[in-house]
């Protein structure tokens, strides 16, 4: 795979601040990490019994970031290539699942249903 340099970028031109160069850097690196996949997603529709669903996502990649031997086992799915990329993320979505997350590991029937 060829290395992109962000002066190839079609939209690093010459006119753009370098403070400007650098956000549209981090909005292509963040968008390239969803891509790949979010440990939050991946653990909470892993659906493996005994898991752990309280940010789920954020203890993945913890446990990626310092050597965790079997992910697979523990969470029931495997990390993002690049966990510390991942983590900032899956703390987000995590909190934000966190009344859902709590509430299936209480036992706690929700009864929510979506769609039209």
Known sequence: MA??????WPLASTTLP?????????VLLVSLELLAGCATFR???AGKPDT????????????AMHGGCCPLDRFGAEPPRYPAVD??????????????????????????????
């Open 43 to 45: 653990t909470l529709n």
């Open 3 to 8: 290395a992109i340099h962000l002066e190839q």
């Open 52 to 63: 752990p669903l309280v940010y789920s996502g954020t203890r993945l990649d913890w446990y």
């Open 87 to 116: 983590l900032p993320a899956s703390v987000l979505l995590d909190t934000l699942f966190l009344p859902f997350t709590l509430a299936a590991e209480l036992g706690v029937a929700l009864n929510v249903s979506g769609g039209l």
């Open 18 to 26: 370098r403070m400007s160069r650098r956000i549209a850097a981090g």
